[in-house]
DNA sequence: CGCAATTACATTGCGCACAATTCTTTATGA
DNA sequence: TCATAAAGAATTGTGCGCAATGTAATTGCG
């Protein structure tokens, strides 16, 4: 006889595992970002400021997928550390520009083992790796 | 040249699609969501409740990796909804035992219609569903 | 030009997540 | 036995995420 339950089922779901391993992962960053004073979320805004140096929030809300409501008091955080500065734009006034400060540059150096040390981590091989990221990528697809 | 940032980038990272991912996905459940006045993570307590039953604090967290300081008032205010109970169990006081109420099993009759409606959103063919799914546990891998 | 619509960011409020700590109850071992 | 450790939840505090709303600046349209 059919379960007509079977599709709610914890184990039936792509999402589940999905929330999950998100939020395992980002745990394991924890004792490595610990050590710069970061947190995930700065962590990947940061990420994104090394390789740009300057955006506005808009700009780092696409890259990131976040909103305004949580960038605002993140970016608030890393000015009162020092990494960043907050200034509008003199050409339009609703834009805030966010820099990128020589303390926030310098790092970066401190940053870049995190990467390999987390390699260690994921119990994926290089292949499998690489198709769970295309299959990431696909699924979050901006269309 | 090399570049000894490459590992810093933003776009050579696993753990950011995933993050990006799980946020995106869960955000298009919210509306259907909404109708049962659920939240993603009530959502799948009582998801592992439907299939159980009955269950401890410790068990669900096993279940969902979630700890107490998060399981506690997310069950209080099921509790509060009438969908479950909280009861010390009689062999051990400290075992808090979580029962699905009537109400609770019949929200399921609700929920049964989410996961086809959620299916539509995912822009992933079955097999790279399941491909992608056998990577995220296997990931998750609980060694 | 004048004003309504739009844009960009900030604010507010709620619900997680999670580390750290506390509290109560149960198990253990000298 | 009884002190000590361990287990299971609850509590506390911080930082997201995000919907909804607010505010100020800019655009677009008649």
Known sequence: MEDKYAGLKLGNQLCFPLYACSREIVKKYKPFLDELDLTY???ITM????????MNVKELGECLYLDSG???PLLKKLESKGWVTRKRAKEDERVLIVTLTKEGEMLRDKA??????????VKLSPEEGKTLYTLLYKMLGND
């Open 41 to 43: 979320t700065q962590y």
């Open 112 to 121: 870049v083992s995190i990467p390999e040390k987390m390699s260690c981590c």
């Open 47 to 54: 990420m994104v400021l090394w390789e740009r140096k300057q």
């Open 70 to 72: 949580t960038l605002t």
